[in-house]
């Protein structure tokens, strides 16, 4: 059972708009996550090593949120939101609770631009009202080569169902995704992939890049931002002793090239890196996938 508690803020300025997410502000309707991917990057000592355990639902969200949209939208300060940077705004609660699509309507009768990013087919339910963000929203005016004021981003670290479970035991199953992602792009949404983390070895291989990129593409995506993992920590809740665990059951004979390739930092090699993105770079050249949402 999910605890319920109320915040003083829902919506977050962000300092900087990122260029793959476009995020002039945050939003997370949840604290804590019922998908429990062992890379998370909320992972740690606050949350504990099944994050779906301290799962809470902003109870007051909505009332919080009118306030601060209204103020906002009063100064003319509409920007991208982003649904959501620490939590999933489908995790399977959101099915009873509604309060991603509550915050949908607010972001539609303020004029606000959304970013969704998740990894549920759950975002299907709110199609109609993200066509009327997409039509209805004011972008910021450094934004106005964009032609679309809704992008909906699919989440994946592989499409393989097996490897699926072994790092993102409580994730939807990745075709479920690609089938949402198409459906989003038949209703003529601007939709892509964030392909992150690669995991080192087991999907960043030449013919697993391949695979997904034809299967992004297949799929409706337009545009796939790819990026290797991170990894941190080390107590039994934190991401780097997670994933240790699970390359040491499931992959041991990787055992001792992670632990090579995280031995001096939290990423990846400079040149493993670089390596990394060229490869990707052939397979977006082969779709036509950019790194970034297009403008149109
Ligand atoms: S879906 Fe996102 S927020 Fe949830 S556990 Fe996975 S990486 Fe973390």
Redo the contacts with the bound molecule.
Sequence with gaps: MPRYITVTSLLNKTKKRDHWFLDDYTINPYSG?????L?????GSKYGIN?AEKLSVKENALAILRRQLAARARKQQQGVVVL?S???AYLPLEEKEMLTRGILELLLEYRFPVHIIT?SPLVLRDLDLLQRINENALLPPDMAEYRHKAFITF?FSTIDPVTCKQF?P??PDPAERLLAMKACATAGMMTGVSLMPLLPFITDVPEQLARMYAAFHEHGARYVFPASITLWGDTAADSKQLILQAIQQYYPQLLDSYQRLFANSAGVPAAYHAALQEAAAREAARYGLPARIPFE
């Excluded at 890379?39 to 992972?43: A, E, G, H, L, P």
Aim: net charge neutral.
């Design positions: 996550c019922a998908f429990n991917c890379y998370c990057y909320i992972r994050l959501s620490v939590t999933d990894k989440s993102e409580g994730a």
